[in-house]
């Protein structure tokens, strides 16, 4: 399998999209001034107290209080407090940050106890966001800390190192376990993950290093701001994706803006030294998804209705509680001797597409799937059986329960951010609603007055028209096109440019630093 990595930077968002073989199976949008994302530390302030749900609510500058259950405070949360305490007691320029490594560890705090007896109403605390905000929830919170890097997880205020279970062989386990026990600083837990099987002590001390120094360089900023604030940031979403997946089979990594990509050179020359030549600068005139055929695969994928093998389909329903799914056969039709033969197979496939779907959308929480009724126990086993299969690769924590006897699946699958929803229908861009719109034949017309507006009015040279690729191809077609009669006539810095993202008559136009230029025209049908 050939794996492939795409990023859209764009002013406004940046776009991450992994291919498998050339299949879109993840795409993630970032807004370029988000802010609470998963693994961000702040300095937050207790807000209120919960006692019946045994949880406390956080300001941490998001408009909604985020949450902090007593489950999530740590074990070591009596230890974080007294460390923070002497930080926050410190006067500005008098004294350095406390040392983690030569303080004494408190006893950890009791597993059933109430979080009115650890906090109180205006205390200010160190958390980590572990949920973004979803729908109209706040952020969820946990105070025990830590730096994921590509091979190891480092939690300071603790003392142990923990060894992934997937690693099964118990000699490599013994091996890891005393390498990072003779490496890691002193009251900083480690937790080794499963990419870190065979690496060897220097590429394990390497990103020690480097997640000691982020925890350094960031945790001084709390003697500095008053709460709420952020302390840390997590990496930027593209490298921070790209340390959770990156694996041998990525083939290549396609980035169109100047910055990301040296971002993310850096990081793969760090995570694998020697690779880093599979980064590679998008410099082609089309838009960087449309080239590489994820704008169509977008468009086919995110609707209401997905279609996958032989005219079968899905209907996906997004409510607030959970994710429902229905199987349909679509316009397959067979004998009754073959209506077992037909359901398995139509709900095999389905369970790949399903699979796929949980990835690319990132659905979160209970997914319910209506599949086709099977008569035959055997068959619904397999089924059960190939679903778990077609979901192994799937990096977020899942749970599946085998078909129940109205023949639907449960699903249950770690949530961390909202859902991807991807809107896949077009608005008229020319009508506002109204469904009359002017002669098409006069659209060009209408380009070319713009065109001579930024020309001429503007003084804008250099640029570039984003249409639809239908548009696109009449306005290049001919002996003598008219994009050529738009150069000779105007500017020859015009660039005309098809876009598979934009509406039959819609259009933009992109001066040379990449930003959008406002010629859109004011609702005029009446």
């Known amino acids: 399998m050939i794996s492939e990595l795409?990023?859209?930077?764009?002013?406004?968002?940046v776009s991450i999209a992994v291919l498998e073989d050339k299949n879109l199976v993840e795409l993630q949008k970032e807004a370029r001034n988000v802010s609470f994302a998963v693994g961000d530390i702040y300095l937050g302030k207790v807000k209120k107290l919960m006692p019946g749900l045994n949880a406390a609510f956080i300001d941490v500058g998001y408009k909604k209080d985020a949450f902090l259950h007593y489950l999530d405070l740590g074990p070591n949360f009596n230890t974080q407090q007294k460390f923070?305490?002497?930080?926050?007691?410190?006067?500005?320029?008098?004294?350095?940050?406390?040392?983690?490594?030569?303080?004494?560890?408190?006893?950890?705090?009791?597993?059933?106890?109430?979080?009115?007896?650890?906090?109180?109403?205006?205390?200010?605390?160190?958390?980590?966001?572990?949920?973004?905000?979803?729908?109209?929830?706040g952020p969820r919170l946990t105070s025990e800390l830590s730096f994921a890097g590509r091979y190891i997880v480092l939690i300071p205020f603790a003392d142990k190192v923990s060894v992934s279970t997937k690693i099964k062989s118990s000699e490599e386990r013994?091996?890891?376990?005393?390498?990072?026990?003779?490496?890691?600083?002193?009251?900083?837990?480690v937790i080794v993950r499963t990419s870190s099987e065979g690496k060897r002590v220097a590429e394990l001390d390497h990103e020690l290093k480097t997640l000691l120094k982020r925890w350094e360089e960031n945790i001084p900023k709390i003697t500095k701001v008053k709460a709420p604030a952020l302390i840390y940031e997590e990496t930027a979403r593209a490298v921070a994706l790209l340390r959770d997946i990156f694996n041998p089979s990525f083939q290549n990594i396609y980035v169109n803006d100047a910055d990301i990509y040296h971002n993310i050179r850096d990081?793969?020359?760090?995570?694998?030294?020697?690779?880093?030549?599979?980064?590679?600068?998008?410099?082609?005139?089309?838009?960087?998804f449309d080239n590489f055929a994820?704008?169509?695969?977008?468009?086919?994928?995110?609707?209401?209705?997905?279609?996958?093998k032989s005219g079968a389909y899905l209907i996906i329903e997004h409510t607030e509680a959970m994710h429902v799914i229905d199987v349909n056969s679509g316009n397959r039709s067979k004998g009754s001797d073959a209506q077992e033969k037909t359901a398995i197979d139509v709900n095999t496939a389905a369970a790949d597409e399903i699979a796929r779907q949980l990835r690319l959308r990132d659905m979160g929480g209970i997914i319910v799937v209506d599949f086709i009724d099977m008569a035959e126990a055997a068959n619904r086993q397999k089924l059960f059986e190939h679903m778990t299969k077609a979901m192994a690769n799937d990096r977020a924590k899942h749970n599946i329960l085998p078909l129940s006897k109205f023949g639907l699946m449960q699903i249950t699958?770690?949530?961390?951010?909202?859902?991807?929803d991807v809107d896949t229908s077009e608005a008229c861009p020319t009508c506002f609603g109204t469904g009359t719109i002017k002669p098409s034949i006069l659209f060009t017309d209408s380009l070319e007055g713009k065109i001579d507006c930024l020309v001429n009015k503007h003084n804008v040279k250099k640029f570039a028209l984003h249409v639809h690729p239908y548009v696109a191809a009449f306005i290049k077609s001919g002996k003598f096109p008219l994009s050529w009669k738009w150069k000779l006539k105007y500017s020859m810095g015009i660039k005309v440019i098809p876009n598979q993202s934009l509406g039959f008559l819609e259009y933009k136009f992109i001066d040379s630093d990449k930003n959008e230029l406002d010629m859109m025209e004011e609702k005029e049908i009446k």
């Not at 795409?6 to 968002?13: A, I």
């Not at 013994?174 to 837990?189: C, T, V, Y």
């Not at 793969?268 to 690779?275: C, D, E």
Request: glycine fraction near 6%; charged fraction near 30%; avoid cysteine.
């Open 6 to 13: 795409v990023v859209d930077v764009q002013p406004k968002e």
């Open 84 to 137: 923070l305490k002497q930080a926050l007691g410190e006067q500005k320029g008098d004294k350095k940050i406390p040392t983690i490594s030569k303080m004494q560890l408190l006893p950890e705090i009791e597993k059933d106890g109430s979080i009115s007896n650890v906090l109180k109403v205006g205390q200010e605390v160190l958390v980590q966001i572990a949920k973004e905000p979803i729908s109209t929830k």
């Open 294 to 308: 994820i704008t169509k695969q977008i468009k086919s994928l995110f609707g209401r209705t997905v279609t996958y």
């Open 413 to 420: 699958r770690q949530r961390v951010r909202p859902a991807m």
């Open 174 to 189: 013994a091996r890891l376990r005393q390498l990072i026990q003779s490496i890691k600083p002193k009251n900083f837990s």
């Open 267 to 288: 990081y793969v020359s760090l995570i694998a030294p020697g690779r880093e030549e599979i980064v590679q600068r998008y410099t082609g005139e089309l838009p960087i």
